[in-house]
């Protein structure tokens, strides 16, 4: 079982930051400001502004701002090595992916984030942050960080159809994975070398994963065997 604190949940609405080009009019430099130039003593609109009498510059620099309208909070990855290091990030409607320090219940807090973040924060924009009440998340797990662990593999990694192989050496778990849905829904995964393994995947005893691999590379053998008396 492990226990994490978040500042919110799914389904939640949240404020967010997005970056945007910096944009703003000037005053045309061709006909300079006129709207309008003489040509072999013809006078026409200006071919640069548009009879406007400004253009419009875009900036290399990206200012960062606040969407107008709050997202739901969809679901939230987890990943966790132990009670005080843990990461969590919230996937927002619209494909937003953002940590816990640019999703905000209040929108003054997320303005006062967009001055940090600009570098423009002074005594005007200085805004107190309200308080954003957490979320504890309490996740049943088989495993632990620590825990050791077989596993099987793709004796061929590039290959899915490859037939599994047993690490004949217990690993640690170095991380654990969640995706997190509702307080009774998520999906947990283990990192176990470069491997991430469901629940069903990590295995307690040399044993368990043998019968595992043996069972699934069955299956794999009987569904090509299908395949050709096709």
């Not at 640069?48 to 290399?60: A, H, R």
């Not at 990030?89 to 640019?102: A, F, I």
């Not at 620590?146 to 004949?168: A, E, F, H, M």
């Amino acid at each position: 079982m492990i226990k994490v604190f978040s500042k919110f949940k799914p389904g939640d609405k949240v404020y967010t930051l997005i970056q945007e080009p910096i944009e703003k009019n000037c005053r045309c430099d061709l006909c300079e400001g006129e709207g309008k130039i003489v040509h072999r003593d013809v006078t026409m609109k200006c071919p640069k502004c548009k009879g406007y009498s400004e253009v419009k510059f875009v900036s290399n620099f990206r200012c960062w701002v606040v969407l107008e309208t709050p997202l739901p909070i969809t679901s939230i990855n987890l990943k966790y090595c132990s009670d005080n290091n843990y990461t969590i990030r919230y996937n927002l409607l619209g494909g937003y992916k953002r940590s816990q320090d640019n999703v905000f219940l209040n929108k003054e807090n997320a303005i006062a984030r967009c001055n940090e973040l600009n570098g423009s924060l002074n005594e005007n924009d200085c805004i107190l942050p309200k308080m954003e009440l957490g979320h504890v998340f309490i996740l049943e797990t088989k495993y632990n960080v620590g825990d050791y662990v077989y596993i099987n593999v793709r004796r061929v990694p590039q290959n899915p159809n490859s037939k599994l192989t047993t690490l004949d050496k217990a690993e640690r778990i170095s991380e654990i994975r969640a995706t997190i849905h509702s307080e009774d829904n998520y999906e947990v995964r283990y990192k176990v070398l470069k491997y991430n393994r469901r629940e069903g995947g990590v295995f307690s005893t040399l044993e368990a994963a043998v019968r595992c691999r043996l069972k699934q590379n069955k299956q794999s053998s009987d569904s090509e065997d299908n395949a050709e008396d096709e």
